[in-house]
């Protein structure tokens, strides 16, 4: 039987098969058509119709802050990975694996679960997405000693202390890489009167963005709408002003990370101060954000290897060894 772990993320989702792994990542993204009420696209196709569709279609986010907003949308995304990755001929539905906020209520678990087996799962089972990233980051979370992840993603930032594969500490904030796209829109059209896209920011970010000022700085040409003319504009922006556009995200976020460290028992304490905290999700990718953190906390802090991967590949190495996790890290049904 095929075992299929999603890492459902608000921004991105990847989908990892057992024996092949990962074999998909696309962005959370469903385009729909208002009169029919009817799904047209899902991922990459959906995303490319963001800011530019007509009114007859709508292109949006099932998941808000890591959590269901749209149900029906979110079944339709769930079957469309199932099917895409099991090719349409297979008889048998698979086991699924998804990964969640580790600050997910019941219900919210609930609504992933239900969504699963309505997308044709025949088992669905959720684990908390700090835990399934820190397995992916080749944490051993088994073991009695301490360990810090910080995953940061789109709609979400959690931060969690785990020691013998369990969460000790936990926080989750809802900002992620998606505020922090909004943050450098929202500076653009401050400073230069200049209306940009969703799109164009996460560009500005992954090109020239940094949590601290770069040793050598970068600029890049944007387009854009001028908000006094209505017309299109090109300006050029530096990595020096996106540093400053972002300040208040990342404070969020560090804010976070310290509130988990006064919680954190004192033993696991000096495990983590030790060991160094780990960096994880999309957000990890963002220049210099390890140094901001040792900066402002003192403890030592790395970046996971494909940290964009880590949750992915958690719910690869689960699914590897099912019958060790179902007891410690999982709820389930069936």
């Known amino acids: 039987m095929a075992k299929i772990g999603i890492d459902l993320g608000t921004c991105n989702s990847l989908v990892f098969l057992k024996g092949k792994g990962i074999v998909l990542a696309e962005p959370t993204v469903v385009a729909v058509s208002?009169?029919?009420n009817k799904v047209l696209a899902i991922g990459k196709e959906a995303k490319e119709m963001i800011g530019k569709t007509p009114d007859t279609i709508v292109a949006y986010r099932p998941l808000r802050d890591g959590v269901i907003a749209d149900f029906r949308v979110t079944e339709a995304m769930l079957r469309y990975f199932i099917k895409k990755v099991q090719g349409s001929f297979s008889l048998f539905k698979p086991e699924v694996l998804i990964g969640i906020p580790a600050g997910a209520t019941s219900t919210e678990r609930r609504a992933v679960i239900d969504a699963a087996l309505k997308a044709g799962a025949k088992e669905a089972f959720v684990a908390k997405?700090?835990?399934?990233?820190?397995?992916?980051?080749g944490?051993?979370?088994?073991?009695s000693s301490g360990n810090m992840i910080v995953d940061i993603g789109g709609g979400t930032s959690e931060v969690a202390v785990i020691s013998l594969g369990g969460i000790v500490a936990s926080s989750s904030t809802r900002v992620g890489g998606d505020k922090i796209d909004k943050a450098i829109e929202n500076y653009i059209k401050e400073k230069y009167d200049l209306a940009i896209g969703e799109q164009t920011a996460e560009r500005i970010k992954i090109q020239i963005g940094s949590a601290l000022p770069l040793n050598e700085e970068k600029k890049m040409e944007i387009r854009?709408?001028?908000?006094?003319l209505g017309l299109p504009k090109t300006i050029e922006v530096s990595s020096a002003e996106i540093c400053e556009a972002i300040q208040k995200e990342l404070k969020e976020i560090?804010?976070?990370i310290k509130n988990v460290l006064k919680e954190t028992p004192p033993e696991i304490s000096a495990d983590i101060m030790e060991r160094g905290m780990v960096l994880a999700g999309g957000g990890a990718l963002l220049r210099k954000i390890d140094e901001y953190i040792i900066q402002h906390t003192g403890v030592p802090a790395q970046v996971a290897e494909e940290p964009f991967l880590?949750?992915?590949?958690?719910?690869?190495?689960?699914?590897?060894?099912l019958d060790t996790y179902k007891k410690s890290i999982m709820t389930k049904k069936g």
């Open 34 to 36: 208002v009169e029919e």
């Open 129 to 137: 997405e700090p835990v399934l990233s820190a397995i992916g980051a």
């Open 139 to 143: 944490i051993p979370i088994n073991s």
């Open 224 to 228: 854009g709408r001028d908000l006094i």
């Open 254 to 256: 560090l804010q976070s």
């Open 310 to 321: 880590c949750v992915a590949k958690g719910t690869g190495v689960v699914l590897e060894h």
